[in-house]
């Protein structure tokens, strides 16, 4: 099982655009994937048009706040074929003061813990990350083995790079199988210099994380709103065949690293 966070510490970059539609490419395409909402925003099941009774607060925890107890199977809600989720929202907000309440030595890697394989079945696990930095945010760079930053090819953009890799290095410290894999520039504007002039410099920076990037499409601000996944929604816009292109890189990537383990 590949487990990959969709991470950076800006907000708006396209963080759950890309986790909800990457999972659902990635299910279409026939692999089993359970996607984390880890934001308080609860925008990846809005994004999908569900919202599921339970999640990664009870998945964690082990009961719903109000004495009942709740199984990890009960957390999970299925959300299409081959794609499950475990909801966010606001009860994380109560889940990073548990977390920050347990002992300091062991807080960091309890949902490494509790998402510890056990046969599940799954081929990946992807976190769609809040913006920002707290106890929940080390909990899911604990529990990945891949980073996939997305970066808007707008304003400041490499600015909030370099806070969000002094992050991920301090991590890398306690997680040593940690990889920054994916780069992925979202929202490119071929008509705008900025766009083009962003992008080179990722690329130039980052040979071999670079992704090709996310075009910026309206489709895909238009899914959400109806609750759909850019393939339910538009499957010919750039966006769906962006988002797919997306998909066969990684699982192609997948198939190089069992092939050549230690080429990646
Ligand atoms: N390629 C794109 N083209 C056009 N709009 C996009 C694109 N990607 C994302 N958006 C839109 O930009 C906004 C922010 O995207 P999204 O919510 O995915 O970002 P985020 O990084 O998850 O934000 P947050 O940090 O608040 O969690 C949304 O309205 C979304 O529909
Ligand atoms: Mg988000």
């Known amino acids: 099982m590949r487990t990959i966070a969709v991470a950076m510490a800006k907000g708006g970059v396209g963080k759950t655009t890309t986790a909800v539609n990457l999972a659902h490419g990635l299910a279409l395409a026939g692999k089993r994937v359970l996607l984390v909402d880890c ?3 609860a925008q990846t099941t809005t994004f999908l ?5 339970h999640g990664l607060y009870e998945f964690i925890t082990g009961h719903d706040g109000n004495g009942r107890t709740i199984l990890k199977k009960e957390a999970i809600h299925s959300a299409r074929q081959n794609l499950w989720v475990l909801a966010g929202g606001i009860k994380l907000v109560e889940l990073k003061n548990w977390l920050g309440e347990q002992p300091r030595e062991h807080r960091h890697a309890i949902l490494h813990q509790s998402l510890a394989p056990k046969n599940n079945g799954l081929d990946y696990l992807i976190f769609d990350c809040a913006p920002g930095w707290d106890v929940l945010s080390v909990n899911i760079l604990m529990a990945a083995k891949e980073v996939l930053c997305p970066v808007a090819l707008q304003g400041p953009a490499l600015e909030g790079l370099k806070t969000f890799f002094g992050y991920l290095v301090s991590v890398q410290q306690l997680n040593k199988s940690l990889r920054l894999k994916y780069i992925l520039p979202t929202m490119f504007d071929r008509r705008t210099r900025q766009s083009h002039d962003i992008y080179n410099r990722l690329r130039r920076l980052f040979r071999k ?3 090709n990037p996310i075009h910026h499409n309206v489709r895909l601000c238009e899914a959400p709103v109806v609750g759909q996944s850019i393939f339910e929604f538009a499957d010919s816009a750039s966006g769906a065949q962006d ?8 699982i192609d990537d997948g198939i190089r690293q069992q092939e050549h383990p230690r080429v990646l």
């Open 39 to 41: 934001d308080t925003q």
């Open 49 to 53: 048009g569900i919202s599921p009774p």
């Open 209 to 211: 994380q670079i992704c």
């Open 243 to 250: 988002y797919r292109k997306l998909a066969e890189r990684l």
